[in-house]
Structure formats: structure tokens, C-alpha cells
């Protein structure tokens, strides 16, 4: 053969095999990660990842370290994300939007939880007594109901808390923060429930009505007190003598005749007593209020048991038969025979 014949390897020539891997460092994290392989194992907690920046990303829960700090109001985070969410509670920038009902939300968690109210799903079990949930945030604090867990603890007080709203509410105690204020009136509030319940107050509103008597109310707390007269019940069990109450302000008055206790003292004469209402009574000998009065006679009271006994006084009257001429001159005769 001639070297005109012979075969030219001047040009490009097959790959041979290398000792060295073909894949870069990130390939092989990319193809573990479709195999499930988690070979970076976290030594707090025994977690596992595949990648290492996950696991690095992951042994901040432990450590503490948060690296993204927000330069509006300083709060740092231990993840770009959360940082980036929190950014739009000062741009007020809100991407995810339903298009079921065009609400929009500055978190994805938020957006997600939300589309399933259109749905009804409930993808969250709890296995100790049934109860399904639409978002993972609600499980969780659902589960504490059961464990008994309260990780949310109060610095100043030492009070614990299994729900974080309920924590933050509650440091409005000692913060003194109001920042629901009423557009009507001016009046503040320190939770959300407080300033819905006030709101009422100037649109009338009575969503919680008795299937009993009919009778509607405008707060929830009001409603169940209501229902103890149909039902009977006294949850409130004095221990010293075994007496029941329907309600909270009946019992801690009753308390007091236990404890002897008297803290409401006249400004006038300084009489003390138990009992709110009676100490309400007692300022009218003073004042001279009448707030009680007759809608036939105008009479006032003090009391609302002195218009009481003047109304039976008037029915009594009234329902009495009128004299007649011809009885008045019968019983005249009677008597002088």
C-alpha cells in the first residue's frame, strides 16, 4: 500500500476513553438528583440531601446563621427566598394571582393555600383523629393540639403559645401596639378578632344567630353565652362550696364571698362591696340618678325592682272593678240598715 493510501489522521479522531470522569462536578449532582441519591447527610439530624449546597442551605436551621438581612427594617433570614418574599411586604409587590377570584398574594405558600379553598382539597390527614387540612401551616399547628407542643414563648412573661398569630398577638400586651384603628370612630385594637367584632358596632351587623329563640348577636363569645340558657349548662364549678355557673363574671362574684374580697368602694361614703351591680345600685342614693321610669305615670326609680313592684301596684289598680253609682248607693243602704 501506498503512503498516498494510507489512512490520514491529520483530521479529527474518535474519543478514546480517559481516566478522568466525563462529567463535571454539577452533571453528577444533576443525575443523582434524578436517581434520589442523598449521599450529603446532615450530623445535627441525619437528613439527607443530594447536593451539598443543600445540605449547607439546611444546617442553617441548626446553626442559626441568617445571612440575608433586609436594609428597610433589618430582619435577616436564613434563605434567599424568604428574603426575597419579604421584600414585597415593602415594594408591595403581589405576583401570584387566582384566576379563579383574582385575589393576589406577595408569597407562593400563600397562593397555593388558597387556590385549594376553591377546590375544598384537603391533602393533610391528621392521623391521630381524622381531621383533614388544606395547607401544610395549618397541619402543623393542628398537630400541636395533640402533642401539646407550644415552641412560641413570650420573653417577657414566660407564656408559650402553639400558634405564632396567637404569640404575636400577644405581645401587643406589652408593646402596647394597636395597629387595627377603627375609620368610623378612631378607636384602636390590638388583634384583628377585636377590631371585626367593633366593626359591627356601625354596620349592625348579627351574624350569630340562636336556632333556638331567634335571638342574633354580634359577637361569637356573646352567642355561645346565649346558648347556656337553653342548654342548662354551668361550666364554671366553684370549688369551695360546689356551686355551678353559666357564666365567668357570676362565678368570679360568687368567689368573693369566699375570699371576703370588696373591691368596688364608694367615692361618697366609702362602703365597699362584691357585687359590680350592687355597687352600681348604691352610687344612685348618692347621685340621685333615676334611670327606671314609668311609661304610663312618668314616675322615676332608683331600682329596677321599684318599678317593678309600681307596675304590679298599677295592674292591680286597673284590673280592680270601677264603682258604680247604683253599687255605691247599695252599699250605703246596707249599712245604715
Known amino acids: 500500500m501506498s503512503s498516498s493510501q494510507e489512512e490520514d489522521t491529520s483530521g479529527p479522531q474518535p474519543c478514546q476513553p ?3 470522569p466525563s462529567e463535571a462536578p454539577s452533571q453528577q449532582s444533576h443525575q443523582r438528583a434524578r436517581k434520589g441519591e442523598k449521599l450529603y447527610s446532615c450530623d445535627e439530624c441525619g437528613k ?9 442551605v439546611h444546617k442553617r436551621i441548626h446553626t442559626g446563621e441568617k445571612p440575608y438581612s433586609c436594609d428597610q427594617c433589618g430582619k435577616s433570614f436564613s434563605y434567599p427566598t424568604s428574603y426575597r418574599e419579604h421584600r414585597r411586604s415593602h415594594t ?3 405576583p401570584y394571582s387566582c384566576n379563579q377570584c383574582g385575589k393576589t398574594f406577595n408569597y407562593s405558600s400563600n397562593y397555593r393555600d388558597h387556590i385549594r379553598s376553591h377546590s375544598q382539597e384537603k391533602p393533610y390527614s391528621c392521623e391521630e383523629c381524622g381531621k383533614s387540612l388544606s395547607n401544610l401551616s395549618d397541619y402543623r399547628r393542628h398537630q400541636r393540639i395533640h402533642t401539646g407542643e407550644k415552641p412560641y414563648c413570650c420573653d417577657q412573661c414566660g407564656k408559650s403559645f402553639n400558634d405564632l398569630s396567637h404569640y404575636r398577638r400577644h405581645q ?29 358596632v356601625h354596620t349592625g351587623e348579627k351574624p350569630y344567630s340562636c336556632e333556638q329563640c331567634g335571638k342574633s348577636f354580634s359577637k361569637s363569645s356573646h352567642y355561645k353565652r346565649h346558648q347556656r340558657i337553653h342548654t342548662g349548662e354551668k361550666p364554671y364549678y366553684c370549688d369551695k362550696c360546689g356551686k355551678s355557673f353559666s357564666y365567668s363574671t357570676y362565678y368570679r362574684e360568687h368567689q368573693r364571698i369566699h375570699t371576703g374580697e370588696k373591691p368596688f368602694s364608694c367615692n ?7 357585687n359590680s351591680s350592687h355597687f352600681t345600685k348604691h352610687q344612685r342614693i348618692h347621685t340621685g340618678e333615676k334611670p327606671y321610669w314609668c311609661d304610663l305615670c312618668k314616675k322615676n326609680f332608683l331600682w329596677s325592682s321599684q ?9 292591680a289598680q286597673s284590673s280592680s272593678p270601677v264603682p258604680t253609682p247604683r253599687s255605691v248607693r247599695s252599699k250605703t243602704l246596707k249599712s245604715k240598715s
Open 18 to 20: 480517559r481516566d478522568e
Open 92 to 94: 408591595g409587590e403581589r
Open 307 to 315: 318599678l317593678k313592684t309600681h307596675r304590679c301596684v298599677q295592674t
Open 172 to 200: 401587643r400586651i406589652h408593646t402596647g401596639v394597636k395597629p387595627y384603628c377603627c375609620d368610623q370612630c378612631g378607636k384602636s385594637f390590638s388583634n384583628s378578632s377585636h377590631y371585626k367584632e367593633h366593626q359591627r
Open 48 to 56: 439527607s440531601f443530594t447536593q451539598q449546597g443543600s445540605l449547607n
Open 268 to 274: 361618697y361614703c366609702g362602703k365597699s362591696f362584691s
